[in-house]
């Protein structure tokens, strides 16, 4: 008898999936453990694993469906069997893959997730033009969703400047080359584009709310409306921090990872001295919990760091579990290869939750100050705004360039008060002014 295979519950909040695309075919051969699809849940998009042994009979839902947990997405049997009948609880279709059509830089405040706070930005740094795709033999850069849109229009990608990330193209690049194609070949031929300079600056249009989005607004609105939120900020004397980095990926940078070597980020170096900050000031690693008789306010022993990654459908907040345990350069490595999984969209759940303190970094989107909304239930998040070269005074009274960077918390009022957050910010001013602490941590 055939094995109906059902939507399951890929995380602990979801309610109904996206059914973003099948990885195996009707009538194709499946064993326990393969992937036979991708879902977008209200965190990330995961494979769907098969149970059974067989051939894939039928699917009973397409690509860009939603479906509630429980529902069925396709039948497994015999070769030759006949497919059970459809289920009776019928896929909500989807017009499209519900997936956010442009990509939005990250919005400064943005909870993700369980828990989600806003995101820092990526590692690199920004782009200052989106370069154009290559076409000679190079893959090009485009979202699944744009190309399925490029070939419904015949657009060519070819033709198409990308605005995402590294020049990667995205469904309104390619709106909005098929309204007005002239403009695309003209782009394309490397003619002037002052014609395209006027007018809208796109198509109007609805866009579809995808889980992730949707979790994003439900899990701001929480804590905005639920936390009381203070913030208190501190001016850090960035030189130090910069000259070593400097140094160090100068001795390092070549080096294989495997004999010693890598490179550091500003972030690695932020996240690394929050935890030594959170070591000397540890009511601040705290969370606002509801015990069996009320409230409780629990304090954590560990440090599980959260940090924010955006990605074209939203933001995601990675854990680095026991952070307090980790060198600079573990934790380094373990940022990168969470960066790598959330780009990818192949972190778990478990990879995204029980964080105790997260940290949000705008810096290099040239954002000199901002407050993060708070991560429910931890009691506060840490903003970081870009390194700016400016007038300073100096121990000897003169006016010298400096180089300073702000730094920010958001506190839960509930929890902590504005003292705790300033000697939190002082430690960690501390800390980063003397960066080799961060070495022998």
Known sequence: MAEIIEMPKLSDTMTVGTLVKWLKKEGDK????????E?????????????????????????GSQLPVGAAICAIGKAGEAAPAAPTVAPKAAAAPAKPATVAKPAPSAPVAAPAPVAPVPAAKPETQNPKPETSGARIKASPLAKKLAAEKGVALADVTGSGPSGRIVRADVIAAAANPKAAASASSGASPVASLSGPIGPDETLAVSNMRATIARRLLESTNGVPHFY????????PLADMREGLNAALGEIPAAKGGGKFTVNDFILKGAVEALRRVPAANSSWLQGENGPVIQRHGSVHLAFGVAIEDGLLTPVI???????LRQIAAEAKELIGKARAKKLTPAEMSGSTFTVTNLGMFGVTGFYGIINP????????????QKPVVDARGQIVVGRRMTIGVSGDHRVIDGAVAAQFLAALKSVLETPALLLLA
């Open 232 to 239: 208190v900020e501190i001016e850090v004397d960035a030189g």
């Open 321 to 327: 579990r026991n952070a307090d345990s980790k060198s």
């Open 30 to 37: 499946v064993a326990p453990g393969e992937e036979l699809c």
């Open 377 to 388: 239930p931890n009691a506060a998040i840490l903003s970081v705004g870009a390194t700016l």
């Open 39 to 63: 879902v977008e849940t209200d965190k990330a998009t995961m494979p769907v694993e098969n149970f059974a042994h067989g051939v894939l009979l039928k699917h009973y839902a397409a690509a």
